[in-house]
């Protein structure tokens, strides 16, 4: 099967794209990705166009930094083979494309809805029709949790199958949310109007999904991007890190009750999130990421600022940190709790902390690097293997500490920003355009095509917790109930990035 | 009496104090000593709303187990008065009496019929009664090392003759400490503060209790926490007379409510599975106490 290679935030013609037949397209991409854990599927979606499908097919290769984008056209409500059965890397992108254009996939596994949106082909269904797993037994009892939660944050239902204590399966489904992002994305086409859009996918994502449709948009529309944009993205991409990971071991110290670390956490997160609302103005990052330009250039006030907050941070950070790993109460709570290995992660596909906790290496920042990765500082992705809670925990530990010299590094150089003559982003016409951005939760994928008269005809966006939901349900298979909560925390994924 | 309204007052603070030392730990000022017991006032003047699923048993529940405690109370001497209700074998009728207001709370946890309150219940259950025998043992080894079988009688007759018995005395204090921790749901085993149902023990059984009942239980807590620490004081006060024993009856309160402050905030709690294991350690502390009255009073070797 011959495929179309192109680079992370390359812009091709979408007539380049080879169309093969169902059969072709099935067997040379399942060919592609078997038995090469650096391949992995980054996007594979639908686009309708009167009664016929084009489904596009895109894998990253994490060695070549290539990206390998095939496609193949199917009727509406055809049925055929499924991905699934021979990688399971696909199953949910499989359960979204039946779900919007019902495509029968004939030996996929379960073919339950996916989420519920609004675009879905049967209107009929909703959530109260989910069909959960069910088990016939005496013995073991159903715990249901949510859709609403019981603390502030998002909609999303957990159905446990438990026998006593001991959990044996977890189901997760969410859809509770219908915000329709990606329709959204089409009828709305000032630029403005968008880029909003694409801060609120993930609330706690704002700059990984800002970047990435920045440099999606830049490069369809053919504008260079300037050192200085490159640098504010960088940046803010790894002190959102800093500030999340910082804010993900509080929430984790709440959850086994240790009183000390929630506090001190908590408080360590607030000034680099305060940063954000002292250079940009507003903690979230919202409003500084923006194709083309930024409204708050970065200059050397802010660096010394920046560079001042890092000192008083590292210090009470260690300190902290130095206790929390060696507190024995918190050791026995962490350790072999929710455990993923390595082949579980590779045949779940999972992207991000997710993967690198059970030494799976996947970090766009090194395999397919944008803005001044690779450019100012070669990343080292880092990697732990046991795939438990401590793990994570570890792992977010290692990765501040990485960030923070990155952005000392990137602070050497403050590229001067010259604000453009009025620049038109006018987008080509018929055009592919791939965007990769490692979030701090992980791999977040974005893909335009636009039409004959350069209007936008797809906007696919896909967040990393699309792939890592699964890890988390298989992390507390015969683990204790009451471990859910720090499984969940030490994950961490979004109800809306899935929802969209 | 005296000893009745001691403990009643002491409950108006106990918790307020055990938060005000939290706060101070984890770098807050904390609210005001006196703000659980405001809380709680607040919630006494309020309706409660009962579900159409719950009976009777729901709504009578936290009633009684209030109404358990303050009977269980009424039997706890001060130093050399003996406590409103006193007979020989009191303490037996102390810990079921504590037993039977839990026993309606968790039948009001499964009358409710969610599936977090039942999972709730069953480990209120298997920690109680894992608590049991340390209780048992503790109180025995003192009627065998006194010779009496009720509070007053083994509180007043009780002293530290030889010096292996002061650590009889300080084992019990450990012994009750925990007990009381345990009892009252909180850290290491439980964490009150979580919003976590899936991992809560106390709190997951009265989800659905509201307004006045609500109040009730969150009164219930503070009394048994000073209705512990009074029997931790009576281990020390012995018949000193009243101007010096109820000072001190209060600096053993606010020591216990200290204590118990800084433990919940310099460790993190217990995975579930290990609580059983660490309860059982203070069964194996009270056998300590038993075989060293044994050995006081030389019925050992």
């Known amino acids: 099967m011959n495929y179309l290679t192109l680079y992370n935030n390359q812009t091709v013609s979408v007539k380049d794209i080879p169309e093969h037949g169902y059969d072709v397209f099935l067997e040379g991409n399942l060919?592609?990705?078997?038995?090469?854990?650096?391949?992995?599927?980054?996007?594979?979606?639908?686009v309708k166009n009167n009664r016929e499908i084009r489904?596009?097919?895109?894998?990253?290769?994490?060695?070549?930094?290539?990206?390998?984008?095939?496609?193949?056209?199917?009727?509406?409500?055809?049925?055929?083979?499924?991905?699934?059965?021979?990688?399971?890397?696909?199953?949910?992108?499989?359960?979204?494309?039946?779900?919007?254009?019902?495509?029968?996939f004939t030996d996929h596994p379960w073919l339950k809805p996916y989420r519920f949106a609004n675009n879905k082909y049967n209107k009929d269904l909703n959530v109260g029709d989910y069909p959960f797993y069910k088990?016939?037994?005496?013995?073991?009892?159903?715990?249901?949790?949510?859709?609403?939660?019981?603390g502030i944050i998002e909609p999303g239902h957990f159905r446990f199958i438990c026998n006593g204590e001991q959990i044996m399966h977890l189901e997760i489904q969410l859809g509770y949310q219908h915000r329709g992002i990606e329709e959204l994305f089409i009828q709305k086409s000032k630029l403005i109007e968008r880029v909003t859009l694409v801060e609120n996918i993930a609330g706690d994502t704002t700059v990984g999904h800002t970047t990435a449709f920045s440099n999606l948009y830049e490069s369809l529309c053919e504008t260079s991007t300037s050192d200085a944009l490159n640098f504010s993205r960088t940046l803010a991409q790894e002190l959102e890190r800093i500030a999340i990971h910082t804010g993900d071991l509080a929430a984790i110290c709440a959850d086994i009750a240790y009183q000390l670390g929630n506090a001190v956490f908590g408080r360590l997160r607030t000034p680099i999130v305060n940063f954000f609302q002292e250079w940009g103005g507003n903690r979230l990052a919202k409003g500084l990421?923006?194709?083309?330009?930024?409204?708050?250039?970065?200059?050397?006030?802010?660096?010394?600022?920046?560079?001042?907050?890092?000192?008083?941070?590292?210090?009470?950070?260690?300190?902290?940190?130095?206790?929390?790993?060696?507190?024995?109460?918190?050791?026995?709570?962490?350790?072999?709790?929710?455990?993923?290995?390595?082949?579980?992660?590779?045949?779940?596909?999972?992207?991000?902390?997710?993967?690198?906790?059970?030494?799976?290496?996947?970090?766009?920042?090194?395999?397919?690097?944008?803005?001044?990765?690779?450019?100012?500082?070669?990343?080292?992705?880092?990697?732990?293997?046991?795939?438990?809670?401590?793990?994570?925990?570890?792992?977010?530990?290692?990765?501040?500490?990485?960030?923070?010299?990155?952005?000392?590094?990137?602070?050497?150089?403050?590229?001067q920003f010259h604000k453009p003559e009025n620049i038109l982003f006018v987008p080509g016409e018929e055009k592919f355009t791939l965007s990769l951005v490692e979030g701090w939760r992980g791999e977040i994928c974005h893909c335009a095509i636009t039409d004959g008269e350069g209007n936008l005809k797809t906007y696919k966006i896909k967040d990393p917790s699309h792939h890592n939901w699964m890890a988390l349900a298989q992390s507390v298979r015969n683990n204790e109930i009451s471990d859910f909560p720090i499984c969940n925390k030490s994950f961490n994924l979004s109800y809306c990035g899935h929802d969209l | 009496m005296v000893s009745f309204l001691l403990i009643i007052l002491a409950s108006f603070v106990f918790i307020g104090v055990v938060v005000r030392t939290k706060s101070i730990a984890s770098g807050r000022k904390g609210p005001g000593v006196m703000q659980p017991m405001k809380d709680i006032i607040r919630?006494?003047?309020?309706?409660?709303?009962?579900?159409?699923?719950?009976?009777?048993?729901?709504?009578?529940?936290?009633?009684?187990?209030?109404?358990?405690?303050?009977?269980?109370?009424?039997?706890?001497?001060?130093?050399?008065?003996?406590?409103?209700?006193?007979?020989?074998?009191?303490?037996?009728?102390?810990?079921?009496?504590?037993?039977?207001?839990?026993?309606?709370?968790?039948?009001?946890?499964l009358d409710t019929g969610s599936s977090f309150e039942g999972m709730g219940a069953s480990r209120e259950a298997l920690y109680s009664m894992l608590v049991e025998p340390a209780f048992f043992i503790i109180m025995g080894s003192f009627a065998l090392f006194t010779g009496y079988t009720s509070f007053y009688d083994i509180f007043s007759t009780l002293n530290y003759g030889p010096y292996i018995s002061y650590l009889i005395g300080l084992l019990a204090t450990f012994v009750l400490v925990l007990i009381a921790m345990i009892e009252n749901s909180r850290m290491p085993v439980d964490?009150?503060?979580?919003?976590?149902?899936?991992?809560?023990?106390?709190?997951?059984?009265?989800?659905?209790?509201?307004?006045?009942?609500?109040?009730?239980?969150?009164?219930?807590?503070?009394?048994?926490?000073?209705?512990?620490?009074?029997?931790?004081?009576?281990?020390?006060?012995g018949a000193v007379p009243l101007p010096i024993s109820i000072p001190s009856f209060f600096i053993i309160q606010f020591v216990f409510a200290v204590a118990v402050g800084i433990l919940e905030s310099f460790m993190a709690r217990f995975r579930m599975s290990h609580n059983p294991q660490f309860i059982f350690i203070l069964t194996s502390v009270s056998l300590l106490i038993f075989f060293g009255v044994l050995l006081v009073l030389g019925k050992f070797i």
């Open chain 2, 191 to 237: 964490d009150p503060k979580t919003h976590l149902e899936l991992t809560m023990i106390h709190e997951v059984m009265i989800l659905d209790n509201s307004g006045f009942d609500l109040g009730n239980i969150f009164y219930a807590t503070s009394l048994k926490f000073s209705m512990y620490g009074a029997l931790i004081a009576n281990l020390f006060l």
């Open chain 1, 31 to 46: 060919q592609l990705l078997k038995n090469r854990p650096e391949r992995h599927c980054v996007n594979y979606f639908g």
């Open chain 1, 55 to 104: 489904i596009y097919c895109c894998i990253a290769d994490d060695l070549t930094h290539k990206i390998y984008v095939s496609s193949c056209v199917l009727e509406e409500g055809s049925s055929i083979a499924s991905f699934t059965v021979q990688n399971h890397n696909f199953e949910k992108f499989e359960r979204e494309i039946h779900e919007n254009f019902d495509i029968n």
């Open chain 1, 289 to 415: 990421i923006r194709p083309g330009k930024i409204n708050f250039p970065f200059d050397e006030a802010l660096a010394k600022r920046l560079l001042e907050l890092f000192k008083a941070y590292e210090s009470d950070f260690n300190e902290m940190v130095e206790e929390f790993f060696s507190l024995p109460s918190v050791l026995s709570r962490i350790e072999r709790t929710g455990i993923v290995t390595y082949d579980e992660v590779l045949e779940i596909g999972t992207v991000g902390i997710s993967a690198r906790m059970s030494g799976l290496s996947r970090d766009i920042r090194l395999s397919h690097p944008c803005n001044l990765y690779g450019n100012t500082f070669i990343h080292e992705p880092l990697l732990k293997h046991h795939g438990d809670v401590f793990s994570r925990v570890q792992l977010r530990r290692d990765e501040i500490r990485q960030s923070i010299e990155y952005c000392k590094k990137l602070l050497e150089n403050i590229p």
């Open chain 2, 43 to 109: 919630l006494w003047r309020k309706g409660a709303v009962y579900s159409k699923t719950s009976s009777f048993i729901f709504q009578m529940a936290p009633t009684i187990y209030l109404a358990s405690i303050l009977l269980a109370i009424a039997m706890i001497p001060h130093g050399k008065l003996p406590g409103i209700i006193s007979f020989d074998g009191d303490f037996v009728m102390f810990a079921y009496i504590l037993a039977f207001g839990k026993f309606w709370m968790i039948i009001s946890a």
């Open chain 1, 135 to 150: 088990v016939e037994s005496d013995e073991l009892h159903e715990v249901g949790v949510g859709p609403i939660h019981a």
